[in-house]
Nanobody, 122 residues
Framework: VQLQASGGGLVQAGGSLRLACAASGFTFDDYDIGWFRQPPGKEREAISCISDGDAGTFVADSLKGRLTISSDNNKNTVYLQIDSLKPEDTAKYYC????????????????WGQGTQVTVSS
């Protein structure tokens, strides 16, 4: 099982990033996909989930209006677009596989990816 997150990096405040989560080793359609992030010295938090294509999505209140989650089921990939980045968005971003039909924010995670670092400079 692999959840390969990519697209992180160093970006200036006000910029945008598009993270990608490429899934392999399991049946993509049998799981929902979510994203967590963990800022330095803070707890990990769930920020977004997507279920059954684009039929159902969740975005944390702190990111509403700035975050868009989407899925390309043909590529087994989920994308996370974050606009108007702020220094407080600096964190390691993880994609996760969730049991199909999970509530979000989720209370059960099936698989964790390795994460990608996002650093936003002021």
């Amino acid at each position: 099982v692999q959840l390969q997150a990519s697209g992180g990096g160093l970006v200036q405040a006000g910029g945008s990033l598009r993270l990608a989560c490429a899934a392999s080793g399991f049946t993509f359609d049998d799981y929902d996909i979510g994203w967590f992030r963990q800022p330095p010295g803070k707890e990990r938090e769930a920020i977004s989930c997507i279920s059954d294509g684009d039929a159902g999505t969740f975005v944390a209140d702190s990111l509403k209006g700035r975050l868009t989650i989407s899925s390309d089921n043909n590529k087994n990939t989920v994308y996370l677009q974050i606009d108007s980045l702020k220094p407080e968005d600096t964190a390691k971003y993880y994609c996760v596989a969730l049991p199909w039909g999970s509530v979000c924010p989720p209370d059960i995670v099936a698989f964790w990816g390795q994460g990608t670092q996002v650093t936003v400079s002021s």
